[in-house]
């Protein structure tokens, strides 16, 4: 079993940062590929950004392409993603999840209880 707990969110002005973190319980942490989802309130969850175990492949949405960037510390079992420039369209409650396979669909293994990020306009 894999713990996840995701950290950072708050409220920030558009055109602000954030740095959410999520950090793992698992030994094995530096085997699993790490994926960023959010779900922002009345819509269905969507992926965000994602990272291989060696950090070799990372994948993002094209609505967060060049704003967000994700990357991952093996030797602290935690996963970070760099949020620039948000939008009040980043509104949403933001996941981490962990799966063996590195993926842009939602059907990762396990998953963070999520980090609530708001931007004022």
């Known amino acids: 079993q894999v713990r996840l707990v995701e950290s950072g969110g708050g409220l920030v002005q558009a055109g602000g940062s954030l740095r959410l973190s999520c950090a793992a319980s698992a030994g094995t942490f530096n085997r699993f590929a790490m994926g960023w989802f959010r779900q922002a309130p009345g819509k269905e969850r969507e992926f965000v950004a994602a990272i291989s175990w060696s950090s070799s492949t990372s994948y993002y949405a094209d609505s967060v392409k060049g704003r967000f960037t994700i990357s991952r510390e093996n030797a602290k079992n935690t996963v970070f993603l760099q949020m620039n420039s948000l939008k009040p369209e980043d509104t949403a409650v933001y996941y981490c999840?962990?799966?063996?396979?590195?993926?842009?669909?939602?059907?990762?293994?396990?998953w963070g209880q999520g980090t609530q990020v708001t931007i004022s306009s």
């Open positions: 999840a962990a799966d063996w396979k590195l993926s842009r669909t939602g059907d990762y293994d396990y």
